[in-house]
C-alpha cells in the first residue's frame, strides 16, 4: 500500500518541493512507518519566505480588533475539531488519547484565546515633555521563526503562534521531523479562520531546516523549543543577524516534598510529574527529594499506585494512561540510563526495562521506573532523561535541600508539598526556577507566563508578558515649539 505524502504549508496551501524529498514518520506504538513529508527545499523556503512578507503587509496593517476576530474563529475551528486533531498527535507522539483529547488540542486553543483577548489591549503611552511631548506604539517584529519539539507538537505550535499573530507579527514554523502534522493541521485552521495567505507557513524537514530559519536576515526572532544543547546552537545562529530569541529548553526540576505534606497530594504529583507523557515533559519533577520521616509512607504508596494504577498499552485504548516513547533510539536512550543509573548504585525499586503490551506489542515502551537511594552525584540526579525514569532523594532540613535543589545548571521548575504556608513561599522563592508549583504539579494555564532560569531558557511563552517580546517599541518625539538650533 503506498504512503501518504504531505506537503509543506505556504500561502494558504499545501505547496510541493521540487526535489521530491521525502522523510519518513513512523508511529512510536506501532513501530511501523505511518507516511511521508516532503522536506522543505530551496523552492519552499523561498516561497515561504516571499509569502511571509506578502502576508505581514497585510496582517500588520490589521486592527488589532479585526485580528483578534480570527484568531478566536480558529479557537472555536480547534475546539470543533478537538478530537480528530487529538487523534493525529496520538499517533504521532505515542502518548495516551485519553491525555491528547483533553490537553493538547485544548491547551493549544486556550492559548490563542487568550492572545486574541489581548490583542486589541495593547497599547503605547504618551508623556508630556514641557510643550512637547512624546508617545509610544508596540509595533509587530516581523517575520518570526517558531521550531518546536516532538511532545507537543500542536500546542507548542499554539503557543508560539498565539502571542506572534496576536502582536501583529507572521510566523514561519518548523516542527520537529517526527510529529510533522500537528502545525499543519494548525495552519489548515488559521486559514479556514480567514488568516490572510502567509501569516501561518510550515516548512517541514530536520534540523537543517531550523538551522536556516536561524540565520535568513528577513526573520526578526527565533521562538525555540527543544533541548539546551540546540538551544545554544539556534542562539549562536541568530546573533550573525541580531535575531531576538525566545528559548524553551530543557529541565532537571526539583519536586521537594516536606514531613507535613500530604503525602497521597504529594504522590500524584510525582507520578504526574514523572509518568504524564510516559515522562516526556519538559517541567518534570525528576528529582524527587522526600523529608526522612515520611519517606517509607511515600515509598510505600508511591510502589502501590505506579504498580496498580498504570494502564500502559495501545494509546487509543481509553484505558491506556502510559503510552509509547517517541522512538526506537529515544527508547534505546532512556533504556541506557536506567543501565547507568543501575550502575552507579540507585536502587531499582519498579520498572526499568522495555515494555511490550499485548495490544501494541511492537511499540517504544519503557517501563514507569523508580529508583530510590539516588545522590545528588548520580547521573540520573544530573541529565535530563526525558523518559519514564524518576529519582527519589532523602533530605533532613529545608536549607539543605534549597541547596541541593539549586544544584544544576538547570532551572526550568519547581515544586514544593507542605501543609505550612510560610515555608511554602520561603522555600519556593529561594528555588532558582521560573515555572513553580506549591501543592500542585505540572498546571500550565494559558494565564501563566513559563519559562526556565538559568540553561534551562530564556523569555517566556504565555501570559501577558509575552506580548512584549513579539513587540518592539517606537518612541515618537513631537516637537511643538519652534526648533532652537546653535546652527
Ligand atoms: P531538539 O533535538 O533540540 O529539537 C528541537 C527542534 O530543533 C526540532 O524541530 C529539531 O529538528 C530542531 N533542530 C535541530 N537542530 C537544529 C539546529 N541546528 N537549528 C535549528 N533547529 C534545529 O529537541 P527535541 O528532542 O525535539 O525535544 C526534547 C527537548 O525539548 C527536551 O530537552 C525538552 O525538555 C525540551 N522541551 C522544552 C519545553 C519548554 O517549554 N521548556 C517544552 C517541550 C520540550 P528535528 O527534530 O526535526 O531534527
Known amino acids: ?103 493538547d488540542v485544548v491547551t493549544g486553543a486556550d492559548s490563542i484565546e487568550f492572545f486574541a483577548g489581548l490583542a486589541p489591549s495593547i497599547e503605547g503611552n504618551q508623556q508630556q515633555v514641557g510643550d512637547d511631548f512624546y508617545y509610544t506604539r508596540r509595533e509587530p517584529l516581523g517575520i518570526c521563526a517558531g521550531i518546536g519539539a516532538w511532545n507537543y507538537p500542536l500546542q507548542i505550535a499554539c503557543w508560539k503562534s498565539a502571542p506572534a499573530l496576536a502582536c501583529g507579527n507572521v510566523m514561519i514554523f518548523k516542527p520537529s521531523e517526527e510529529t510533522p502534522r500537528g502545525a499543519l493541521n494548525l ?24 538551522a536556516w530559519l536561524t540565520t535568513h536576515e528577513d526573520i526578526a526572532k527565533v521562538s525555540f523549543t527543544g533541548e539546551v544543547g540546540t538551544g545554544k546552537k539556534v542562539m549562536a545562529a541568530a546573533a550573525g543577524s541580531l535575531k531576538q530569541v525566545t528559548m524553551e529548553l530543557g529541565g532537571k526540576s526539583p519536586l521537594i516534598i516536606f514531613n507535613d505534606a500530604d503525602v497521597d497530594n504529594a504522590v500524584s504529583a510525582a507520578m504526574l510529574g514523572n509518568f504524564y507523557t510516559q515522562g516526556e515533559v519538559c517541567t518534570n519533577g525528576t528529582r524527587v527529594f522526600v523529608q526522612q520521616d515520611i519517606y517509607p509512607s511515600f515509598i510505600e504508596k508511591l510502589l502501590e ?49 522495555a515494555l511490550r503490551p499485548e495490544n501494541a506489542p511492537n511499540g517504544f515502551f519503557v517501563a514507569p521506573t523508580i529508583f530510590t537511594q539516588c545522590t545528588d552525584e548520580m547521573t540520573l540526579s544530573k541529565e535530563e532523561i526525558f523518559g519514564p525514569v524518576m529519582s527519589v532523594l532523602t533530605f533532613t532540613d529545608e536549607d539543605e535541600v534549597i541547596r541541593r535543589a539549586n544544584d544544576t545548571r538547570l532551572g526550568l521548575a519547581a515544586g514544593v508539598f507542605t501543609q505550612d504556608i510560610t515555608r511554602a513561599h520561603r522555600v519556593i522563592h529561594q528555588l532558582e526556577a521560573g515555572i513553580c508549583w506549591i501543592n500542585a504539579y505540572g498546571a500550565s494555564p494559558a494565564e501563566m507566563p513559563v519559562g526556565g532560569y538559568k540553561m534551562s531558557g530564556i523569555g517566556r511563552e504565555n501570559g501577558s508578558e509575552t506580548l512584549k517580546a513579539y513587540t518592539q517599541i517606537k518612541a515618537v518625539y513631537v516637537g511643538m515649539q519652534p526648533l532652537e538650533s546653535p546652527f
Open 187 to 210: 495552519a489548515e485552521v488559521f486559514t479556514q479562520a480567514g488568516a490572510p495567505d502567509g501569516v501561518f507557513n510550515v516548512v517541514q524537514g530536520d534540523g537543517r531546516v531550523g
Open 1 to 103: 500500500m503506498s504512503l501518504v505524502v504531505y506537503q509543506n504549508y505556504v500561502h494558504g496551501q499545501s505547496l510541493s518541493n521540487d526535489t521530491g524529498e521525502t522523510f519518513e514518520v513512523i508511529n512510536p506504538a506501532t513501530g511501523e512507518v505511518s507516511y511521508l513529508v516532503e522536506v522543505a527545499d530551496e523552492k519552499i523556503q523561498q516561497a515561504a519566505i516571499e509569502s511571509a512578507k506578502t502576508g505581514f503587509a497585510i496582517w500588520s496593517k490589521m486592527t488589532p480588533m479585526e485580528r483578534s476576530r480570527i484568531l478566536l474563529k480558529a479557537v472555536t475551528i480547534l475546539r470543533e475539531r478537538n478530537d480528530e486533531l487529538a487523534v493525529i498527535e496520538v499517533q504521532d507522539t505515542g502518548k495516551p488519547w485519553q491525555e491528547a483529547s483533553e490537553v
Open 305 to 353: 499506585r505506579t504498580q496498580k494504577n498504570i494502564v500502559c498499552g495501545d494509546p487509543m485504548d481509553p484505558a491506556t494512561n502510559f503510552g509509547a516513547l517517541i522512538s526506537k533510539d529515544h527508547q534505546a536512550k532512556v533504556l541506557e540510563y536506567i543501565e547507568i543509573g543501575k550502575e552507579e548504585g540507585a536502587h531499582l525499586l519498579t520498572g526499568g526495562q
